[in-house]
């Protein structure tokens, strides 16, 4: 079964340092999603992208994060210069081609941020 | 802004019961989810509704419309069943996900 694919599975960084989180969204899917879960709170939305532009974002997606597809396979994050409220669980996600509604969720990369 | 309420917060369980989780949503939506979260972290889906009803193995969603509701129901219920549940709902095509809070279940041999 297709799946979403996140690198790194765990990241340990010091805070102001960038971060990039990677995700490889499953091949023909056309709507990529990235959310965050703190730890013990819930599942937060950060930012939707489509057709090559954000289209949506949160309050949370300020001016540190940015989002790009580099190479129509990989969908990054980039944390300018983290926070320690940063530390949090990244989960990627992708929805189909029939609708962004089915979505497949990545396994997440925990960021610890010093 | 719409808000997700999940009930109950905790469930514990004895194997082989029948366990029902329950969500709620305040404004209009076009589609639901119940993901499944397990320690360590990642999110699976187990149902994706609009309307109706669906059932996979011993999962059953059903969804209310009108009443802003959705219930998840475990049939049969496993201690591999341990999870976390989360409902999360889409406003309107191509949006975010908001989600609830996410219900601990535990269920015990």
């Known amino acids: 079964e297709p799946e979403v694919t996140q690198t790194p599975s765990h990241q340990v960084t010091q805070m102001g340092q960038e971060v990039i989180l990677r995700c490889v969204p499953i091949s023909n899917h056309l709507y990529f999603y990235w959310y965050r879960q703190i730890l013990g709170q819930k599942v937060e939305f950060l930012v939707s992208?489509?057709?090559?532009?954000?289209?949506?974002k949160s309050e949370i997606f300020d001016d540190q994060f940015s989002v790009e597809r580099p190479d129509g396979s990989n969908f990054t994050l980039k944390i300018r210069s983290t926070k320690l409220e940063d530390s949090a669980m990244y989960f990627c996600?992708?929805?189909?081609?029939?609708?962004?509604?089915?979505?497949?969720f990545g396994a997440g990369s925990r960021l610890t941020v010093l | 802004k719409n808000e997700v309420e999940q009930s109950p917060q905790n469930l514990t369980a004895q194997e082989g019961e029948f366990i029902t989780i329950n969500c709620s949503y305040s404004?209009?939506?076009?589609?639901l989810h119940w993901l499944q979260q397990h320690p360590g972290g990642g999110i699976v889906s187990l149902f994706m509704l609009s309307s109706g009803k669906k059932k996979h193995g011993r999962l059953i969603a059903t969804i209310n419309i009108q009443e802003k509701h959705s219930s998840l129901h475990i049939t049969a219920s496993h201690p591999r069943d341990s999870a976390v549940y989360i409902c999360a709902v889409f406003t309107g095509a191509n949006s975010k996900l908001t989600f609830g809070k996410g219900i601990t279940l535990s269920v015990r041999p």
């Open positions: 992208f489509y057709n090559n532009e954000i289209s949506e």
């Open positions: 996600a992708s929805g189909g081609i029939t609708g962004a509604n089915v979505l497949t």
């Open positions: 404004v209009g939506i076009s589609a």
